[in-house]
């Protein structure tokens, strides 16, 4: 079955300077979707980044960037410039681009605190 | 703002009883989604809508049950409520079927059954 881990409960951050979220995934398959979403307290869900598992070039969104390495199945995000507004609850997710297969798996979360 | 509304913000039952769960998508979107995020369990994809039809179906309890009607709004009903049943519910939005394209989220209805 597929897994998804997120190895740091919890991180901080000097504001202005980048820091790397983590996330491995285990599964057999060889496409799929990977997500990385954002939770700040208001507690609504933000799509942050999304990378399609047969796509070599590595997602980026403005500050956001992704660091994909399929073969050792690895999803971590990079955040650049961090700002206050980052301080979030952040979620890895992973679903299969089969459409017969439905299951969406989320890690357990990394949050992340923003130092002034 | 999302542009997705769910009602109620919160709700609080008993065990045994049963609750609907309200969920108003984006102007023009036809998927809805359906999420439960709890601390025993964390986040969890339940069920997903496109255009009255169940497309695809995650980690739902046969106590639960969705549906999305002609007008594209859709209800979560639960029923038989455990104390585990206590979470916060998501509904998404999007604008076709296709998981990958962005899901909006609404705000969540907080449960809390005692």
């Known amino acids: 079955a597929q897994t998804v881990t997120q190895s740091q409960p919890e991180m901080s951050v000097q504001e202005a300077e980048t820091v790397t979220l983590s996330c491995t995934y285990d599964?057999?398959?060889?496409?799929?979707?990977l997500f990385w979403y954002k939770q700040p307290p208001s507690r609504q869900m933000i799509l942050v980044i999304r990378q399609e598992a047969y796509k070599q070039q590595n997602a980026t969104e403005n500050r956001f960037s992704v660091n994909f390495q399929k073969a050792a199945k690895s999803f971590s995000l990079k955040i650049s410039d961090s700002q206050l507004g980052d301080a979030a609850m952040y979620f890895c997710a992973y679903r299969s681009a089969k459409t017969s297969y439905d299951k969406v798996i989320f890690g357990p979360g990394t949050s992340l605190s923003v130092i002034p | 703002d999302s542009g997705v509304t769910q009602t109620p913000k919160h709700l609080i039952t008993a065990t045994g009883q049963r609750v609907t769960l309200r969920c108003s998508p984006r102007?023009?979107?036809?998927?809805v989604y359906w999420y439960q995020q709890s601390l025993d369990q964390g986040l969890q994809f339940l069920i997903q809508?496109?255009?009255?039809?169940?497309?695809a179906k995650g980690n739902i309890l046969e106590r639960f049950s969705a549906q999305q009607f002609p007008d594209l709004h859709s209800e979560l009903n639960l029923s038989s409520l455990e104390l585990g049943d206590s979470a916060l519910y998501f509904c998404?939005?999007?604008?076709?079927?296709?998981?990958?394209?962005?899901?909006?989220f609404g705000p969540g209805t907080r449960l809390t059954v005692l």
């Open positions: 599964t057999s398959e060889s496409d799929y979707y």
């Open positions: 998404a939005s999007s604008a076709d079927g296709q998981f990958y394209n962005e899901q909006f």
């Open positions: 102007s023009g979107d036809l998927s």
């Open positions: 809508y496109y255009n009255g039809e169940e497309r």
